[in-house]
């Protein structure tokens, strides 16, 4: 830990004149706050490239954004790997029993599973966030006050919009839609506590849609999948089209209550609907045929307040958010 105070002064000198020596210790090794000493990055390259059989022997951590200016890239030797907030499951809010890549190929597997997580509940996580220390901690006001200091560093991430590549004259919007890394942060920013979604359950819609994007996001990473969004002209959207790498995907619609699920529902079959179409025309012109897109392979509702997950008579599957993981 090259911010321990009391050892910092050593390991940097060891880092700035003999990095290699740091090397020969117990595997593996994790260097905190490495950009303090970028020689490592050096070091480690020709290590790996030294010992080629061994994978996953270091761990390079730090807390800054800013560049560090190292010799040659790790192509080949080091990769980079994104820490996003915890999910929902992961904190305890949601029980687990429903796994959405599993739906891809048993989407009847979801039938039945419970879910009694309070509204309320979902208020405090909501502006709790998904941060590990939160679960060291258990005074409830104490919880809410580490968003309270991340907000000061405010982040968003970027989901790429994503396209059936349907040919017409309806106008897409692939602009990237930003969302918070974790929605606690916005809220820190803003002020607002649990409390304040009791009289304002429409807004909660909105921070609800960011929470359940940062669990897909998650999600997405376990998997080597993508979460994308579409949005076009005509109001056609999905908050959510999660992609796995073998093609398949599921639209996804994001609403906080039951009452919503129709609506959504509706949405979701208009979509599906509209590629269905565009398939038809295209196998119709046997001359010059057109290109044929993939139909969704699942319809989802993850709804906030949903008891239990069902599919209805259509097809859609309706997930409670107390029920999801990866």
């Keep these: 830990m090259f911010q321990d105070e009391e050892k910092r002064d050593g390991y940097l000198s060891i880092a700035q004149t003999s990095p290699q020596f740091l090397l020969e210790n117990e595997k593996p090794i994790l260097f905190d706050e490495w950009q303090d000493a970028p020689k490592l990055w050096g070091a480690i390259r020709k290590n790996c490239d030294d010992y080629p059989e061994d994978v996953g022997q270091y761990y390079l951590t730090g807390s800054t954004s800013r560049r560090?200016?190292?010799?040659?890239?790790?192509?080949?030797?080091?990769?980079?790997?994104?820490?996003?907030?915890?999910?929902?499951?992961?904190?305890?809010?949601?029980?687990?029993?429903?796994?959405?890549?599993?739906?891809?190929?048993?989407?009847?597997?979801?039938?039945?599973?419970k879910s009694d997580i309070p509204l309320e509940n979902l208020f405090f996580a909501a502006c709790r966030g998904g941060w590990p220390r939160t679960l060291a901690i258990r005074d409830q006001d104490a919880k809410l006050e580490i968003a309270r200091d991340y907000h000061r560093q405010i982040c968003n991430k970027d989901i790429d919009a994503w396209t059936p590549q349907i040919r017409s004259k309806t106008a897409i919007r692939s602009a990237r839609k930003h969302i918070f890394v974790d929605p606690s942060i916005g809220l820190a920013g803003l002020g607002i506590s649990p409390e304040y979604f009791k009289k304002d359950i429409d807004y909660f819609g909105h921070v609800f849609e960011n929470m359940v994007l940062r669990d897909l996001l998650v999600f997405a990473e376990t998997h080597n999948a993508k979460v994308m969004h579409y949005t076009d002209d005509n109001g056609l959207e999905a908050d959510a089209v999660y992609q796995l790498s073998d093609g398949r995907y599921a639209l996804i619609e994001i609403k906080v209550g039951v009452n919503s699920v129709p609506s959504a529902e509706k949405n979701l079959i208009k979509f599906s609907e509209l590629i269905n179409k565009h398939n038809k025309k295209a196998k119709e012109n046997t001359k010059h045929p057109g290109v044929e897109y993939r139909e969704p392979d699942l319809l989802i509702v993850i709804c906030a307040n949903a008891p239990m997950s069902y599919i209805t008579e259509n097809g859609v599957i309706v997930l409670p958010v107390g029920c999801i993981r990866d």
């Design 68 to 113: 560090v200016e190292t010799p040659h890239t790790g192509t080949g030797r080091i990769t980079q790997l994104e820490l996003l907030p915890m999910t929902l499951y992961e904190t305890g809010e949601s029980n687990g029993t429903v796994s959405i890549t599993e739906l891809f190929d048993n989407p009847s597997k979801c039938i039945g599973c």
